[in-house]
């Protein structure tokens, strides 16, 4: 095969390093092992990041993400291992991992874990006008 897993996450400049805006990913064949039966877990998992310098390579993040699927990890212990590598690939201002495991003996589980920059408070949202309905009026 060409490509293998890999822990390695590569990363690229920011093209507007000027602005925060948002970047989401949503990733859907996520899989790891459960540590204590050794069966698989699936999971969505959700990337919302604003960058600061660096954005990650797509490529890179999917070999990051298949290396999984052949560890025991725990849904909590996952979901912030993968915040924090990422965190020190990037550097970003604003970082969230959302892990949505799939239902498991009737248990649905996400796991949420965040990061803000020291000093970064994201501005203010624009205000919106309220929709128009309707045509005509």
Known sequence: MSTQPSKD??????????????IQMRIPEFTCLCPKTGQPDFATIHLDYIADQTCVELKSLKLYMWSFRDEGAFHEAVTNRILD?????????YMRVTAEFYVRGGI???VVAEHRAEGWTPAPPAPV?????????
């Open 85 to 93: 590598d990422l965190v020190a690939a990037t550097s970003p201002r």
């Open 108 to 110: 649905y589980t996400n």
């Open 129 to 137: 006008p309220p929709a128009v309905t309707g045509v005509g009026h």
């Open 9 to 22: 996450l590569e990363t690229f400049p920011n093209p507007h390093p000027d602005r925060d805006f948002l």
